[in-house]
């Protein structure tokens, strides 16, 4: 009975695990039918087939719906090339602010020494003459024209002799100084025979006379300056002795003498010593010169003598030919009386005594007083000179639009007699690398010697790196007459010393350090410059800008266009611009130059892309006023 009973419960126990597991069969064998035959309508109706870029969710439920499917597409080849490269940065379209052409007239327009602005000016002491730049409401926001057939300056040497009639189109001194060799006229062109005032013979043989009383051969005079400088001949002769002149003449004494000078490819500015300091540091030039430049020297409590003793560096020359000098010969021929002349060159002579002059030297037409190399006696002999006194001011150097002073500015203590005043410097062209004493004093504040070795040694690899961008820069001859607007140390210019080009230097007033004195001991030149206000120079003046970081300097001071349009103004046509900023200023000024229509390009940085700071290469177009015919309705009808 047991085993019976036992059968018989378990036939129908293993009956009913046999029918479970029947049934969970028949379910998979369901669910595996519909689940295929979802997916086959699901391949169908997504193309008729699997492709290499689709694939199937394996983890998602077999319930066919929509976007059961991943598209994923092909990766992308890696792309390890900058994206921050000059010509991936180039401004997104804009709308570009045109600047018209100027009229005809202002073809010379110099804006700080307008001729019709000064007559509102006081005459006293020339003041009329001196800059008065024009209000916000009165600044042109035009492009200055050249004049009908402007054509590219001669190339230096030639230039110094000969300058194209249509560049320069004045005949005025050709006329008023006929008789002393200044400029002639000859056919479509100028000629510059060399001659001046007190040196008919010509600028060569004048300088021989000097070179015979002082030594301008052994390198110990670098740095000069010419005062009332006529066409600038003495300047353009100097310099194949390796001295280099900053030339400068009122605006109006005799119609375009500065702008013959720069035409010539020689150094000038506008300027007249009237009632405010020249735009230059103390002890800048190793010597300075008037010939019948008719400045009265000994008038005025001798302060025009004072403001040349400022800039002179210990030891520097001062040079004086014309009247009163050699009255006892000349007299006759200036028309004036024996006796005038006489007490205006004892007055000279006691003004030069009471700086501390010493006279070295009078021959024929030429007379040289010489600065000492220290004030050690001259500060004890106040008590015989009540005038002038020593300065009390603290900065000899401040030199934009401060006014003159009727004291003698002191120099540098010195531990004894022999040493000169603020360091002795060395003979050029060892000048242009030693160590300035202004830096080695450590009296320029930041700016160490290894600062100073090290930006020279930076500009002389950027040099090249410019001239491999601009061809006519490393084109020898294409320039001449450059400009660095934000010089600091002179480094640009130093670089460029073997090409057959001079610099004007320019330290703006409103940077944090002042380093014209620095590059005056190089025996480089330059000059004080705002540039939210014009420069005192003609129109197209300039070959070649060269521009760093001076619209971030500006970038609250004044706008972008005012001073593009001053760099439009000073520079030749067909001459070019380097300008070196942060990408985001540039982007800015490239979007102005366009309006002035220049061709411009934005490039990187000689160290890469990667730096912010990038290069702006431009060059002005050539353009000019129309003819004469055609802007003047009465004379077409008259040639009709």
């Known amino acids: 009975m047991a085993n019976s009973y036992s059968s018989t419960n378990i036939l129908p126990h293993n009956l009913t695990l046999f029918k479970k597991k029947h049934i969970n069969l028949y379910y998979t064998a369901i669910v595996t039918i519909l689940c295929s035959m979802f997916y086959i309508i699901g391949v169908w109706q997504h193309g008729g087939g699997a492709t290499g870029d689709t694939v199937l969710l394996s983890t998602l439920p ?95 040497p030639e230039s110094r002799d000969a300058v194209w009639y249509a560049n320069v ?7 008023e100084k006929a008789g002393q060799n200044w400029v002639r006229f000859e056919g479509d062109r100028f000629k510059f025979p060399g001659g001046g005032t007190m040196f008919p013979r010509g600028a060569n ?70 009632s405010i300091r ?16 008719l400045i009265p020297w000994g008038k005025n409590d001798g302060l025009y003598l004072i403001e040349v003793d400022r800039i002179l560096r210990p030891g520097g020359y001062w040079i004086y030919s014309g009247p009163p000098i050699n009255w006892q010969n000349r007299w006759k021929g200036w028309d004036r009386t024996p006796k005038d002349l ?59 639009y401060t006014k003159l002073e009727t004291c003698l500015t002191p120099l540098p203590e010195v531990k004894n007699i022999k040493e000169t005043a603020g360091g002795q410097l060395a003979k050029w062209p060892s000048r242009l690398n030693a160590i300035p004493p202004r830096i080695a004093s450590g009296s320029v504040e930041g700016v160490t010697n290894e600062n100073f070795t090290k930006d020279s040694e930076l500009w002389k690899t950027r040099i090249l790196h410019y001239k491999s961008l601009d061809h006519q820069l490393a084109e020898r001859g294409r320039y001449r007459n450059l400009l660095d607007m934000n ?10 010393v073997d090409d057959p080009v001079w610099v004007m230097n320019i330290v703006p007033v409103e940077g944090q350090i002042d380093t014209l004195g620095v590059v005056y001991q190089r025996g480089l030149i330059g000059t004080y410059q705002n540039w939210c206000e014009a420069m005192s120079t003609y129109p197209r003046t300039y070959d070649f800008i060269h521009a760093d970081s001076i619209f971030s300097l500006y970038k609250d001071r004044c706008g972008i266009e005012d001073i593009v349009l001053e760099m439009d103004r000073i520079l030749r046509p067909q001459g070019s611009v380097i300008i070196r900023d942060d990408v985001d200023v540039l982007l800015n000024v490239k979007n102005i130059l366009d309006g002035v229509e220049w061709e411009s390009r934005l490039v990187d940085h000689e160290d890469g892309p990667l730096v912010r700071q990038k290069l702006l290469i431009a060059t002005k177009q050539y353009w000019t006023s129309p003819a004469a015919i055609e802007q003047d309705p009465q004379a077409l009808n008259r040639a009709s």
């Not at 602010?97 to 007239?105: A, G, Q, R, V």
């Not at 020249?278 to 430049?293: E, G, I, K, N, V």
């Open 278 to 293: 020249l735009p230059y540091p103390s002890r800048a030039f190793d010597m300075a010169h008037c010939s019948r430049c």
């Open 487 to 496: 010089s600091y140390l002179g480094g640009f210019a130093a670089a460029l």
């Open 342 to 400: 006489e007490d205006e060159q004892n007055l000279v002579e006691s003004v030069a005594r009471s700086l501390c002059w010493k006279k070295l030297v009078q021959k024929d037409d030429i007379a040289i007083w010489q600065k000492p190399t220290n004030h050690v006696h001259c500060k004890l002999n106040r008590k015989v000179f009540k005038k002038p006194q020593l300065c009390q001011a603290p900065n000899p150097d401040k030199a934009w």
């Open 62 to 156: 077999c319930i066919p719906r929509e976007n059961t499917t991943l598209r994923i597409d092909p990766l992308p080849e890696l792309d390890f090339s900058s994206h921050h490269k000059a010509e991936d940065m180039q401004p997104a379209e804009a709308r570009v602010k045109h600047f018209p052409p100027c009229d005809s007239k202002f073809s010379e327009y110099t804006p700080c020494e307008d001729a019709e602005r000064s007559l509102k000016f006081d005459r006293e002491m020339l003041v009329y003459r001196e800059r008065h730049c024009p209000e916000d409401d009165e600044v042109l926001s035009c492009r200055i024209p050249a004049p009908f057939g402007y054509k590219q300056p001669f190339r230096w």
């Open 169 to 175: 189109p004045h005949k005025h001194l050709t006329v």
């Open 205 to 274: 043989a004048y300088i021989d006379d000097i070179g015979k009383l002082i030594n301008l051969r052994d390198g110990s005079i670098r740095t000069a300056i010419d005062t009332g400088c006529g066409v600038a001949s003495w300047g353009a002769y100097l310099l194949s002795r390796n001295i280099l002149t900053v030339s400068f003449a009122p605006r109006d004494t005799h119609i375009a003498q500065v702008q013959f000078a720069l035409e010539r490819g020689v150094p000038a500015l506008i300027g007249v010593l009237a």
